[in-house]
C-alpha cells in the first residue's frame, strides 16, 4: 500500500539517451513534485502540478519535460541527458499546495549517467 | 537572498544520549518550517511543522523549536536510538508572489552502539 511510488529505483545510462522516470501516489493528493537531491544532498524542487496543471516550474533546462496524464500521475522525461544530470530525483505529493500542504516523498530514483 | 542553513553537516553520538541540530533561515515573509527525516535511499518524511505562533512542538522523542524573531530553529532528540540515524532536514516556506519552499542541505546524524 505504497503512498508515493517511482520507477525505476535505479537508472544507468549513457550522455545523449532519453529517459523516463515515473511517479504515482494513492493518497487522492491534488498536488505533485518533482525535486532533485544533488550530490551536496541540498533538495531543490523542479517542478509542481495541480490537478494536471503547472503550477511551478523552476528554472531547469527544457531538456526535462514532465507529464501528467491524470492527478495520481506525474512522470519526468529528460532528452539528451548529461553527465550534471546524475542524482536522486525524488517525486512528492499533498493535499494541498505548497503554502501548507505536507509532502510524501516517493523512495527516490538514483540516476547516473555515464 | 532567501537562505536555510544547517548545523552541524553531520553528528555522531552514542546511543541513548540526547542531541541539538541548528536551522537558520533568511526567508522572509516567513510562513511555515517544517523539519524532515531522511533515512538513507529514501525520501523525507515529516517530523513537526512549526508556523510563526508557535515556539515549541513535539512528536514522541523529537522536539522542535523555533524562534521566529531570531529566525532560528532546532530538533532536540531525547534518548537517541540506532534508528535515529538519518539526515534531518529544515524546509522553510515564504510566501511573496506565491509559495516558495527551500530546503536545508540537512544534519547527518549516526547513532552509534
Known amino acids: 500500500d505504497t503512498a508515493v511510488s517511482q520507477t525505476p529505483k535505479y537508472l544507468v545510462t549513457q550522455m545523449g539517451n532519453d529517459k523516463s522516470i515515473k511517479c504515482e501516489q494513492n493518497?487522492?493528493?491534488?498536488?505533485m513534485y518533482w525535486y532533485k537531491q544533488d550530490s551536496k544532498k541540498f533538495l531543490k524542487i523542479m517542478f509542481s502540478?495541480?490537478?494536471?496543471?503547472?503550477?511551478i516550474n523552476e528554472t531547469v533546462p527544457n531538456r526535462f519535460s514532465p507529464k501528467s496524464p491524470d492527478k495520481a500521475h506525474l512522470n519526468l522525461h529528460i532528452n539528451s541527458l548529461e553527465l550534471g544530470d546524475s542524482a536522486v530525483y525524488f517525486c512528492?505529493?499533498?493535499?494541498?499546495?505548497?503554502?501548507?500542504?505536507?509532502?510524501?516523498f516517493g523512495p527516490g530514483t538514483r540516476l547516473t549517467v555515464t | 537572498k532567501n537562505q536555510v542553513e544547517q548545523s552541524p553537516q553531520s553528528l555522531i553520538i552514542l546511543e541513548g544520549k540526547n542531541c541539538t541540530l541548528q536551522?537558520?533561515?533568511?526567508?522572509?515573509?516567513?510562513?511555515?518550517l517544517r523539519w524532515y527525516k531522511q533515512d538513507t535511499g529514501r525520501g523525507p518524511v515529516s517530523l513537526t511543522i512549526?508556523?510563526?505562533?508557535?515556539n515549541t512542538k513535539s512528536n514522541g522523542r523529537y522536539t522542535a523549536t523555533l524562534d521566529a524573531d531570531t529566525k532560528q530553529s532546532s530538533l532536540h532528540i531525547t534518548a537517541s536510538q540506532l534508528s535515529d540515524s538519518a539526515s534531518y532536514i529544515c524546509?522553510?516556506?515564504?510566501?511573496?508572489?506565491?509559495?516558495?519552499?527551500?530546503f536545508g542541505s540537512g544534519t547527518r546524524l549516526s547513532i552509534r552502539p
Open positions: 502540478y495541480n490537478n494536471k496543471e503547472l503550477i
Open positions: 512528492a505529493s499533498s493535499p494541498e499546495g505548497l503554502a501548507n500542504g505536507e509532502q510524501y
Open positions: 536551522c537558520n533561515y533568511t526567508v522572509s515573509p516567513f510562513s511555515n
Open positions: 524546509v522553510v516556506r515564504w510566501y511573496s508572489s506565491a509559495s516558495k519552499i527551500i
Open positions: 512549526m508556523t510563526f505562533s508557535e
Open positions: 493518497l487522492g493528493h491534488d498536488t
